[in-house]
């Protein structure tokens, strides 16, 4: 997903929350399927189903921290974004000539080229600029809704709480 031009998550947070859901998930699963890990090998040398659990729990946690630590970077980042946006205005938004920066130019220009000595021809273009207002305050709460979702729950929410059940299976296991 894309803000302003930048991606709002970066490389290292979509990897280090794709280790946490994968291995969130097989610990998971082993655990309620029960699946035998007795048998585990690394490199030919066989690992005693304490050490997985161990090496496990040591790998979830020390992942959570650096998840943590790179979605944190990313969510300030975007709350900097933010900031610029109420200080600099609209420009900051959509540089490059997107669809909502079209869209408020075309307002500005209907409000400067109205003729306010006529006051019929005024009032229609103040009710088509207060449309077309209400249309983009629509658009935008729906993108701030979604990005919400994005950031908090699918990059940092689901993954965390995964390896948190993961390790709570490992510790009652």
Not at 90 to 108: A, H, N, P, S
Not at 112 to 124: I, L, Q
Request: hydrophobic content about 50%; overall charge neutral.
């Amino acid at each position: 997903m894309n803000y302003g031009g930048d991606t709002i998550i970066s490389r290292p947070t979509r990897a280090s929350g794709r280790i946490l859901l994968a291995l969130g998930l097989a610990t998971v699963l082993v655990k309620k399927y029960e699946i035998d890990t007795s048998q585990l090998t690394l490199l030919n040398i066989p690992i005693a189903e304490s050490q997985v659990v161990g090496i496990t729990w040591v790998v979830l946690v020390l992942q959570m921290v650096v998840h943590s630590a790179n979605w944190m970077g990313d969510f300030l980042s975007l709350g900097r974004w933010n900031s610029a946006l109420k200080d600099k205005g609209v420009e900051t938004l959509w540089d490059g000539g997107g669809k909502m920066k079209g869209r408020i130019e075309f307002l500005f220009e209907l409000l400067e080229h109205a003729d306010v000595s006529r006051e019929k021809e005024f009032g229609e273009t103040i009710e088509q600029v207060l449309k077309e207002l209400r249309a983009i305050r629509r658009s935008m709460w729906l993108f701030d809704l979604y990005a919400i979702f994005y950031v908090v729950f699918i990059n940092y929410l689901l993954p965390v709480a995964l390896a948190v059940c993961a390790l709570i299976l490992l510790y009652n296991g």
